[in-house]
């Protein structure tokens, strides 16, 4: 009791939980961009009602966030600076963690209220390079060390390849149904107040609820990752390292594991990796240390973790460093990578209800004006049913293969360039050049334009604040 009056009273701890609260509705705003897309072509054909395609996308995004995993949360949660991962403890931290969310909230909001179909992806991690960037700079750093050029390189070309995918696959599926489905009613927008025949309709919603999973499946993870950052802050003894990890067995297992890595490091003569365990080797076996104890060892430990788990990575990645070792040891380098990797990545399952909620929520309340955008301003008429099944069938293949490789991809480019390859596949209908310029606008704006929004926020916040 004594630690959650100490968290909700200090300066950082309320800039902690303003920011949490600001994270739930960033996840809203979510709903508002990406969820509703998965639901303009069963609404443009009459598939469902407004509110049943709502109510769909809500129940399938809860399913794909309690499917989908961490990985997409915390490749993202891995851009930032190692020290906010470890916790944030400091008002100095707290005012750029809070400036980096502010930034991706004014941002989405803004172009939610334009109708433009912008990317929640994009935002935040154009919102968490500019915070790295100002937390560099804010200490006196270089700002290219604090940036985890390896982790942005894998998260880059997803974006960049995801909306090609979408394309294509949305032309060649369209042009594949037409050559094979010969019904003319799927081929011209469905009349207002009548429904599609039962085979569309069925096809449509199957879509609609294959999208929404997969929104949720990696959209869904990306608040997920970035609350478990404001807990490692707020409560670090609890949330920083997974308690239910912590048991005695547990801990030993860990001991051994990181003694044995010493051991290798020894024998590769690797000083870094030398000098990373050797730290860890101290906070764990030292008397001071509780299991599940005070926040300054949890988040010191946690520091220490991370920091192993990253010369790990990088021993692991090169190929003089593995050939000196025999198959068990590698085994055993290995197997420490992943158990470091598993010890600070636990997701309670409350966080994961809450992201769920936030984006069936926001879904609810904003869907319509990016609705009406990929319904009827995509092309020069109306979306018809074969356009939104393989639009549906090329985002859920395009996020799938996303998901597999835990790499986060925008649900709005993915679907908007479906349906973009599915009008381009369409004889006698053109693509809206106007709707297009105005979303590839702010496709090429937003990485840059949160990056720097954020990282004059974080020097303000910090001046500000820290």
Do not use: C
Not at 126 to 137: E, P, V
Not at 173 to 189: G, H, Q
């Amino acid at each position: 009791m004594n630690e959650l009056i100490a968290a909700f009273s200090s300066f950082t701890g309320i800039i902690l939980i303003t920011v949490f609260v600001l994270i739930v509705i960033q996840e809203a705003i979510n709903g508002f961009h990406d969820a509703a897309n998965a639901i303009a072509t069963v609404i443009y054909a009459n598939a469902l009602t407004p509110m049943q395609a709502v109510s769909l996308a809500a129940v399938f995004n809860f399913l794909g966030v309690l499917i989908g995993g961490t990985a997409v949360a915390f490749s993202l949660v891995y851009l930032l600076p190692q020290n906010m991962v470890a916790g944030i403890n400091t008002q100095g931290e707290a005012a750029i963690f809070a400036a980096m969310i502010v930034a991706a909230v004014i941002w989405n909001f803004g172009t939610w209220w334009l109708g433009i179909p912008n990317s929640t992806t994009h935002a935040y991690i154009g919102s968490i390079i500019g915070a790295a960037m100002a937390d560099a700079f804010v200490h006196g750093q270089a700002i290219a060390d604090q940036i985890n050029w390896h982790q942005g390189e894998k998260i880059m070309i997803a974006l960049i390849l995801s909306p090609v995918v979408g394309f294509l696959l949305g032309y060649i599926l369209l042009r594949v149904i037409r050559a094979t489905v010969k019904d003319k009613a799927l081929y011209e927008p469905v009349e207002e107040g009548k429904k599609p025949g039962k085979g569309i309709r069925s096809v449509l919603i199957a879509g609609a609820a294959g999208v929404s999973l997969m929104h949720g499946s990696n959209d869904g993870q990306k608040s997920i990752g970035l609350m478990m950052i404001v807990l490692f802050g707020l409560f670090p003894a609890v949330y920083g390292l997974d308690p239910d990890r912590l048991s005695e067995r547990d801990y030993t297992s860990l001991k051994e594991t990181v003694a044995n890595v010493e051991s290798i490091a020894q024998k590769l003569s690797d000083s870094h990796l030398i000098e990373t365990t050797a730290g860890l080797t101290v906070h764990l076996g030292g008397s001071q240390h509780i299991v599940g104890g005070t926040d300054e060892t949890s988040v010191a430990t946690r520091r220490e973790i991370l920091d192993l788990h990253t010369s790990i990575t990088k021993a692991l990645k090169d190929e003089g460093t593995t050939s000196q070792l025999n198959p068990a040891e590698l085994q055993q380098l290995q197997y420490a990578h992943t158990l470091l990797r598993d010890f600070v990545e636990h997701v309670p399952f409350w966080i994961i209800l809450l992201s769920a909620l936030a984006l069936g929520g926001g879904t609810a309340v904003g869907y319509k004006r990016i609705v009406t955008t990929l319904g009827e301003k995509m092309g020069s008429s109306r979306m018809n049913p074969a356009q939104g099944t393989a639009a549906q069938i090329s985002a859920v293949i395009s996020i799938g293969l996303a998901d597999a490789g835990g790499l986060p991809v925008s649900t709005t480019h993915v679907l908007s360039s479906s349906v973009i390859g599915s009008v381009a596949a369409t004889p006698k209908q053109t693509i809206n050049t106007h709707t297009l310029a105005r979303i590839a606008m702010t496709w090429v704006t937003t990485l840059p334009g949160t990056m720097i929004l954020s990282f004059a926020l974080g020097v303000g916040f910090f001046v500000a604040f820290g």
